[in-house]
């Protein structure tokens, strides 16, 4: 049995997964999560820069994350960089301060690489799911859409529509003016439209992951608080996504707070919303079903195997 932490850096939110990987059943299991909102993308998509501000945020969740998993007995730290890392112009030097400053080596993996990984990671450890089937992933940069079976990926797409990116592009506030919300509309239509044809073969069956699905579950289930076993496996519907985007349109940001939303995604779930809801519509999907697994359950996934292939040499 190995304890190993799984870390996904991505332009919002810095996720950990400690897990025990056993080789012998191939069995992967959590013994914690932790989530920060370290904004690293705060920028990026203007300057192609992640500033000092966000480098500080992110070397003190580091910090954080290493002590953890000193705590936990941790025996291997696994750290991937996605979209704002990708973008930077500076990752180099990003990449160097996280390991001088916390021992963490931070890796910038390709979208395509992203795309794979949170897709078998989305479907860890499940039964019977059906194929083939598609997972999409709405991050702060970006969003991956993938699609395949069980054992392969058939296609993935990784698309400049993110959360974070399309806010501080289209909206100066909240709520956004019409005007606004027309225009990023017209944005993600059209990098939709470009990528979304293939998918209707496997548009029966949806997996999402990332915090903008788990959220928008937890506020259509009407919880304040994230319950991961209740959001887990929820089928969210059109109908849900609809009405929350109506909602969201108009609200302020304090009463965005007020749904049980943290501050550091209040700001942005409008947009992540719609990006969904987008999704929906052009694909004619009625339902998706959150997983809170993904990109970190497929490094897991993947060291598993690593493991597993050491084991028979030996």
Do not use: W
Not at 91 to 96: A, G, H, S, V
Not at 133 to 161: A, K, P, W, Y
């Amino acid at each position: 049995m190995a304890r190993t932490a799984c870390i996904d850096v991505g332009t919002n939110t810095a996720l950990l997964l400690v897990a025990d990987l056993d080789p012998a059943t191939g069995r992967i299991i959590p013994v914690e999560h932790r989530q920060t909102i370290v904004r690293l993308g705060q920028k990026v998509d203007e300057g192609r820069v992640i500033c000092s501000e966000a480098l500080n945020r992110l070397v003190a969740c580091m910090n954080e994350y290493a002590g953890l998993c000193r705590q936990l007995g941790v025996n291997r730290i696994l750290a991937a960089g996605t979209s704002a890392l990708r973008d930077a112009g500076n990752r180099e030097e990003i990449i160097d301060a996280v390991r001088d400053a916390t021992g963490i080596e931070l890796r910038c993996i390709s979208g395509k690489v992203e795309a794979e990984l949170t897709f078998f990671g989305a479907v860890a450890g499940m039964a019977n799911v059906p194929e083939p089937f598609t997972v999409i992933d709405i991050g702060g940069g970006s969003t991956e859409i993938i699609m395949g079976t069980t054992t392969s990926v058939e296609l993935s797409v990784s698309i400049d529509i993110g959360s974070v990116r399309l806010s501080e592009r289209f909206f100066t506030g909240l709520p956004p003016a019409p005007a606004q919300i027309d225009a990023a509309i017209d944005e993600i239509n059209r990098q939709l439209s470009a990528n979304l044809s293939p998918f209707f073969t496997s548009k029966t069956e949806v997996f999402g992951v990332a915090g903008t699905l788990t959220t928008i579950a937890q506020v259509s289930m009407g919880d304040r608080r994230f319950n991961p076993g209740k959001v887990h496996g929820f089928r969210l519907e059109y109908a849900h996504v609809h009405r929350l985007l109506e909602r969201l349109r108009s609200m302020p940001l304090h009463d965005i707070v007020t749904l049980g939303i943290p501050e550091g995604r209040a700001d942005v779930i409008l947009m992540g919303t719609l990006i969904l809801h987008q999704f929906m519509r052009q694909l004619g999907i009625d339902t998706v079903t959150v997983s809170i697994q993904g990109l970190r359950f497929g490094m897991a996934q993947q060291e598993l195997m690593r493991l597993r292939q050491e084991n028979f040499r030996v």
